[in-house]
C-alpha cells in the first residue's frame, strides 16, 4: 500500500463522517499541514501519525506477507 492509497483511505472516510480536515486533525491531536500532507499522499509521516489518525477515524491496517 502506498501513501497515496492510505491519503485516498483517510479522505473518503473523513469526508463520510462529513468532518473537514481541521476537526480531524484536532480530533486526532496532530496537526492541520500533517493531515492535509498525509491525505495528499505527500511526506513521509510517521507511522505513529498515520495510526493516529486511522485509530480516530475507526480503521485500522493490516498485515500480509507479499507474494
Known amino acids: 500500500m502506498t501513501y497515496q492509497e492510505i491519503g485516498k ?3 473518503d472516510r473523513r469526508k ?3 468532518i473537514t480536515q481541521p476537526t480531524l486533525a484536532a480530533l486526532a491531536g496532530v496537526g ?3 493531515l492535509v500532507a ?3 499522499g505527500n511526506g513521509n509521516p510517521k507511522i ?3 495510526l493516529t ?3 480516530t477515524l475507526g480503521l485500522q491496517i493490516n498485515t500480509t506477507l507479499k507474494d
Request: proline share 0%; aromatic share 6%; net charge positive.
Open 9 to 11: 483511505i483517510i479522505k
Open 16 to 18: 463520510s463522517f462529513g
Open 48 to 50: 505513529l501519525t498515520i
Open 38 to 40: 498525509i491525505e495528499r
Open 32 to 34: 492541520l499541514n500533517t
Open 53 to 55: 489518525i486511522l485509530n
